[in-house]
């Protein structure tokens, strides 16, 4: 027979081992969401107007590059801000579920190379308070990728300047 003391002893040990798993997922989760901050510090995008126009301030991130939590047709996407990219690139698994359609195939030039990509347009592009509609797009069905690729097709019609890490984008 297994006395009091063994007992508690046993579950003394599975309490200890409870709480040490318990502190580590905290820790995981914390740091988990400290680390998407340092990559996405737009997560929620200042925005607010300034008379008539539509005004967006981005901070950049620790790798140099903004990104921002946004919308297109009304579900939520993250923009890469990309002023070398032509058109606004979004991964082709992503494409069905943004609501976008594949159109004429296209040959496009990517950081990889040459890649096959379908024109679309999207309905609409949301960025805070700044609302574009009808935007050129491509679907790349080989770009991997967790990013929309925010191109000139959006960004030629806003204004944005950059200072101290942070571009204010105007529309």
Do not use: C
């Not at 318990?22 to 996405?40: A, H, K, P, R, T």
């Not at 008539?52 to 981005?58: I, M, Y």
């Not at 040459?114 to 700044?130: F, H, K, P, S, V």
Request: proline fraction near 3%; glycine fraction near 8%.
């Amino acid at each position: 027979m297994q006395s009091d003391q063994d007992t508690s002893k046993t579950f003394g040990r599975w309490f200890n081992w409870l709480a040490w798993i318990l502190l580590l997922f905290v820790f995981y989760w914390f740091f988990s969401g400290y680390l998407e901050e340092q990559e996405n510090p737009n997560q929620q995008v200042r925005s607010y107007h300034d008379g008539q126009v539509a005004v967006v301030e981005l901070d950049q991130n620790r790798a140099g590059h903004y990104l921002a939590n946004g919308r297109i047709n009304g579900r939520l996407v993250t923009f890469l801000l990309d002023t070398g990219a032509t058109q606004v690139a979004i991964p082709g698994r992503m494409a069905n579920l943004l609501g976008v359609e594949p159109g004429p195939a296209v040959q496009v030039r990517t950081a990889s190379g040459i890649a096959t990509a379908y024109r679309t347009e999207i309905a609409e592009l949301q960025l805070g308070d700044i609302r574009l509609y009808n935007v050129a797009a491509t679907i790349v069905p080989d770009y991997d990728s967790e990013h929309i690729l925010l191109g000139m097709s959006a960004l030629r019609s806003l204004e944005f300047t950059q200072r101290d890490g942070v571009l204010t984008i105007r529309q």
